[in-house]
């Protein structure tokens, strides 16, 4: 393809990096390429995440690319609401980073080092429901604002810790500052992180058959389309903070032959109050093709659990 192509991004450090690999990925394949920032309300508030409401970061590099200012955009794919927009396509999803959880904590301790009563930061649901749930005796602290921000608030000594995406920091070069990588056991991640979605218009096939061939990774999308499609159907019936994650694992069919088989893992609090939390697990495996729907049954495994049976404290921010 001849023309030169655009890609929008927002402007943090995290996202020019996400950014540049798939401009390094479609420069590798000879194409011409063009880095457009555009600024996103999530960028230029300071409120609460679960205030601003669900979107903040992406809808507006989703309407840039409507608008054709641009003709890809990159999103980190967990901040993109479930919800398909009218006239965008997922064109491809790149080989995922670490998709767990790090904690980043001052001395150099481990969640199971920290005191009862130690403070640890983070903003998100999910998080708050699963360190709560530990009976660890820690007090969550509510923060947002950009991984410099947050990492300070402990080298300052205001927090003992916070929970960030170890994809973030491994992004930025950062992943130095990690003091444990935290088990999925105790900490399951939110559904696609550590995962980029690259989206064009729908009607724009060179581009998406461009994106499609050179930058999308089949095991992380199919991964991710377990999780997310969890992350849908619970939305619809709940509020509750969820986690999910999903890996693509080889198994032996009936004859002995080589399968790929999807591999789920769930988490949804049932209530998240000043009682406290109560987590509903719950786990399958189906065939690589059928992704789609073991999310969805597992979202309705855990609905029958009772998730979101108390009110939640909102799914906004993840
Ligand atoms: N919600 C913020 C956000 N969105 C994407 C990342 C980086 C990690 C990723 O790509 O999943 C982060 C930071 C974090 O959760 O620590």
Partial sequence: MTRTIRIGTRGSALALTQTGTVADALRKAGQEVE?????????????????IG????????????????????????KDLPT???????????????DP???LIARDGLTLGELPPGARIGTGSPRRTAQLRALGLGFEVV??????????NKVFDGELDAVVLARA?????GRADVITETLDPIQMLPAPAQGALAVECRVDDVDIEHLLRSIVDDEATRAAVTAERAMLAALEAGCSAPVGALAEVVEDLDADGSVIENVSLRGVAAAGLDDEGVQLLRASAVAGKSEAEQLGRDLAAELLDLGAGALSGPGRESR
Avoid: C, M, W
């Fill in 35 to 51: 880095i457009v920032k555009v600024s996103t309300p999530g960028d230029r508030s300071s409120a609460p995440i679960a205030e």
């Fill in 54 to 77: 669900v979107g903040v970061f992406t809808s507006a590099l989703r309407e840039a690319l409507l608008n054709k200012q641009v003709d890809v955009a990159v999103h980190s794919y």
């Fill in 83 to 97: 919800a398909p927009e009218r006239g965008i396509v997922l064109a491809a999803v790149p080989p995922r980073e």
């Fill in 100 to 102: 767990r959880d790090a």
């Fill in 142 to 151: 509510p923060i947002r604002g950009n991984i410099d921000t947050r990492l």
């Fill in 168 to 172: 973030g920091l491994a992004r930025l």
